[in-house]
Each structure stands twice: as structure tokens, then as C-alpha cells.
């Protein structure tokens, strides 16, 4: 295309990029190969490759206004939207159409808009009148999750039915009996689950074991307060399942064990599940988001997370028998709303069994909230502790430092005389320690950690 035409050339943009040290060279030329024979070339500094690719950029955009190539800048990047709305045009319709129009009107008794000649500005064609009322809803009142014992042919894991398999027309007596000779089988013959069991006793929950099964069973809800390492966090949920299952009721116990993180819910999953000398899937199991492993139907426990346990609410809590939610006292959106949930559910079922279960909570607190229901202590397992001070480990290694150490502590003090000094207690070590001891912990320094010492 020529300049005559009146068309905008085509034109050709390289730029070319290298760095020297710490700028950024930028070289650029546009070539008009039809206008002119004459080359326009940029070079520009920056930073960096952006800031001189813009410098570049804007200083051939200069060359190009100046040889009457591009138009002035208007100073607007868009174009403005046209305020205005669209001019009305006249339609022409059929006098039967009209007609058919006006007669509905007239039926509903609906009055037309009408527009004033005169009207510049916008007219609403909305119609004021009422054809039919909205019926008012009703109010619905607050409602409770709704919750049922284990029931027969029903998987509460799943929230479905069981259509195959043996245990779609086993009764739960008989899934009961088949549960309780399997786990006299095991405890006669299974050696590594006798070993299991004889240590699980040296924990101190077991002293309590007798207290939580008589709380568990005459009242809905339980507080177990218990040191950290008492072995409540595993330990009571089996005894729960363990008691159903020796009293030949092992089909009607399926409990659920909350826990505030899900890498807890896993590990102790798997942590149970090695004490019951089982794989994870049998009677113990979890869920947690994106990954489950699922108990059987009956006679199972299963861990899960706090928000777990809240999806499954939306949908009921059919065929579970107790709910455990331990770590109470990590207080959070959720923990707060699932105990109002299951104090309502409590008052509506007393049948269901609600355990609650901490190191550190206000037991006063909760226990006032589910209307004084009993609080069980369980006592923590002490060991003796040995203290050992800095002139005990230089004496029991016959340590003595190296001579760096001193010249080092001697340069920083020398460097500090002019801060007041300050009583060095390393020098002020007690005559029961030899005097080569003394002599060793006066030259370490008290600001600072002799690694010599530590390996």
C-alpha cells in the first residue's frame, strides 16, 4: 500500500534484547519498506527487560508520530459508551394482533403505560398491578438430627443398605453370637494378641475401666478428663466394643471417634487396629477427607475428623451407638457447632451415648452444659525426673575447654569493657565440684553455647 492511499503501511518490528552486567540494552528498528529506504532504530537502558523494552518501545512510537506515520494520541485508550439509549422506531402490527392485546389487558384489568408526546426522559413500562399473591411460607421451626441404634441390614458407614453378602439376611442376634465366638477364638489362640492385651493393662486407664463402663452405660453423656499418656484416646472406644462384644452384643455397638486433625484419625486408626492385632477395614477404621477406610457394618469403630462427622450429620446418624469426640479443648468453629448439634440430639435420644474426652478442659464448664453429667479422672503415669546442671555434665565428661574458646570469650570481654560489668556465675560454682570442674565451667562463657561440651 502507498502513503497516497490513505491505508497504514506494513511495517516489520524487531527488537533485539542482550544484557551488559547490571542493564538491560534494548535495540529495536521499524522498516517501512514502501514509504521510505530509510531505517529508525531505539536504543534504550533499563533495570531490567521490561522497563527498556517499554523505553524502546515508546521512543520508535516518536520517531514513527514525528514521520506523519501514526496520528496524535486522543488521550483515551477506550472509547466512551454511548450514554444515550436507542432511539424508538414505530412498529407496525396487524389490527387483529392489537386487538387480541387489548382484550387480554382487559381481562386481567391491566392498564397500559401510557407515554407523554412530550417525555424526553426514560419511561417505566412496568405495570403496577397485582394479578395473584405469593402464598406465605410457613415458618419452620428448628429441627434435630435424626438417629436410630444399629439397625438390621443397614451399613451406617455408608448410609445405605446392605443388599449383598452374608449380612443381608443375617440377623444381628446372629451377627452378635458369630462376633463373640470369633473374639473368644482369638484370645485362646492368638498369642501376639495376649501379649497385646497384658500390655494395654499397664496402662493407666485400666484402673478406670470398671468407673467408665457403669458411667458409660447409666448415663448419656460422660466427661474422661486424663493426663496426657493415660491412654484414653485408644483405649476406651475398645473397652466400649470389647464389653458389647462379650456380652453377646456385639452387632448393637458402632462408634464413632472424632479427632481434630486428620493425620490423628489415621495414626490412631492404625495405632488400634495394631493393638487389636487386626488389619485396618476389620473392626477399625477411618475417614478423613478425599481418603477413607471403612470398619464393618457392626461391631466397629471408626475415626474420623471433627468436619467428617459434620457432613454426616446432614444426612442422620442411623446405626451408630456412641460418638467419642476427644481433644475437646481445641475449641473451633466446628468442635463449638457439634456440641450444640449433639446436645440437642441427647435431650431428643437418650439413648444415644455421647463421651467426651480431654488432657486440659474446664470440667465445670461442660458438664454444666450437658446438665452436671459426671466427670471421671483419670490419674496420669508419673516417672522421676533427674536434673542435671552445667558443672554436673562438665564433671561427669571431665570436660575442659579449648584454648580458641578462651582466647575468643577473653577478646569479647575486652571488646566490652566499656558496658558495666556484669557477675559472671560460671565463677561462682560450689566447692562440692572438684577444682578441676571449676576451673573448666569458669572459662566457658554465659552467653554462649559451648558445642565442645554438647558433642
Known sequence: MSRESGKPPDRDLNLNLFVI????????????????????????????????????????????????????????LKKAKEMEQMKPYPVSISPDLSKQIFDVLDALQITPTVIPKDSEGPVSLLSNTILEDFIASKPQSAGVVPWSPPQPNWNPWTACNIDEGPLAHTSMDQISVDLNNTYRERIQDDTALKSSIKERSSLPVFNSRQAIMEAVNDNSVVIIRGNTGCGKTTQVCQYILDDYIQSGQGAYCNIVVTQPRRISAVSVADRVATERVEQLGMSVGYSVRFESCLPRPYGGIMFCTVGVLLRKLENGLRGVSHVIVDEIHERDVNSDFIMVVLRDMIHTYPDLRLILMSATIDTTLFSRYFNDCPVIEVMGRAFPVQEYFLEDCVQMLNFVPPPDIRKKRKEKEDSETGEEPEENLNKAVSSDYTIQTRNSVAQLSEKEISFELIE
Open 21 to 76: 552486567r547490571s542493564l538491560v540494552y534494548c535495540e529495536g528498528s521499524a522498516l517501512d519498506y514502501v514509504t521510505t529506504v530509510t531505517d529508525i532504530s531505539a536504543r534504550e537502558t533499563g533495570s531490567n527487560k521490561q522497563s527498556a523494552s517499554r523505553s524502546c518501545a515508546l521512543s520508535l512510537v516518536r520517531q514513527l508520530f514525528h514521520l506523519g506515520v501514526i496520528e496524535a494520541f486522543t488521550g483515551t
